[in-house]
């Protein structure tokens, strides 16, 4: 499957799935070899003018689940994923649309998170993902997601 086919199913089944993605207007993309999701300020504003610390984070997680995703996806694998544990440090405001970024991951730490789920049948991997503001960091997250295959 074409990388561009994979982020529009990805869209629409976070659209079809959880509704709070639809809520926020998010939108995945891939910019230069990094994962992205964008979201306008307007419905993930808060009282003070900026971008919601909870959207920010659901926006993160939600990185951090496509980019799973999406690297069992690109060998052949599928598998229920979900978050263990999460980690975030909101450094500035954001008074702009919140763009996550992730960076894709190591190939040595992907190659060791596919062998151990094809060998298991489940893995655990860390994922970071960033908001800027400015261009400067403005949220920092790191998550653990767990994969398991399906019974």
């Known amino acids: 499957m074409s990388q561009a086919l994979l982020i529009q199913e990805l869209n629409d089944y976070l659209n079809h799935y959880v509704p709070l993605f639809q809520a926020m207007q998010a939108r995945i993309g891939d910019h230069d070899g990094r994962l992205r999701i964008t979201a306008p300020l307007g419905p993930n504003i808060n009282d003070k003018g900026i971008a919601f610390g909870g959207s920010m984070a659901a926006l993160a997680a939600l990185t951090g689940w496509a980019m799973t995703r999406m690297t069992l996806n690109a060998h052949g694998e599928t598998g229920e994923i979900v978050i263990t544990e999460s980690t975030q440090k909101f450094l500035r405001p954001v008074r702009e649309d919140v763009v996550t970024e992730c960076v894709r991951p190591d190939p040595a730490d992907v190659e060791r998170f596919i062998?151990?789920?094809?060998?298991?049948?489940?893995?655990?991997?860390?994922?970071?993902?960033?908001?800027?503001?400015?261009?400067?960091?403005a949220m920092t997250f790191t998550g653990q997601y767990g994969v398991f295959r399906a019974e």
Do not use: D, M, S
């Not at 094809?118 to 908001?131: E, G, L, S």
């Open 115 to 137: 062998q151990h789920y094809r060998h298991r049948r489940k893995a655990r991997w860390t994922v970071q993902v960033v908001i800027r503001a400015g261009g400067e960091p």
